[in-house]
């Protein structure tokens, strides 16, 4: 299983970009996906998953009504447009697959068993 993360950069408050996740090696509609973030010395947070099966959505707090997921599964990939973006958003975003979204709590790092390499999002104020 294959993950590739692309589409990260620097941009000004209030900015936009549109990451985007590429898989293989897997039955891509019949996986929830997710995507994380993180900061140097802080835990990975849950940003944003959607289910398989149940096309279940779920977003943290700190990026609703400002992120959006989507996937397409003729293309096996996710796509996580981020909008109105803060420089608390700075990370590194990962995607994962093979895990749970949670319609309470999302997803939760330790849940995933495969990972993408990552992609920074720097957001200068």
């Known amino acids: 299983v294959q993950l590739v993360e692309s589409g990260g950069g620097s941009v000004q408050s209030g900015g936009s970009l549109r990451l985007s996740c590429a898989v293989s090696?897997?039955?891509?509609?019949?996986?929830?996906i997710a995507w994380f973030r993180q900061i140097p010395g802080k835990e990975r947070e849950g940003v944003a998953c959607t289910g398989g099966v149940d096309d279940d959505i779920y977003y943290a707090d700190a990026v609703k009504g400002r992120f959006n997921i989507v996937r397409d599964n003729a293309k096996n990939a996710v796509y996580l447009q981020m909008d109105s973006l803060k420089p608390e958003d700075t990370a590194v975003y990962y995607c994962?697959?093979?895990?749970?979204?949670?319609?309470?709590?999302?997803?939760?790092?330790?849940?995933?068993?495969?990972w993408g390499q990552g992609t920074q999002v720097t957001v200068s104020s």
């Open positions: 090696g897997i039955t891509f509609r019949h996986y929830t």
């Open positions: 994962a697959t093979d895990g749970f979204c949670h319609s309470d709590t999302g997803a939760r790092p330790s849940e995933y068993d495969y």
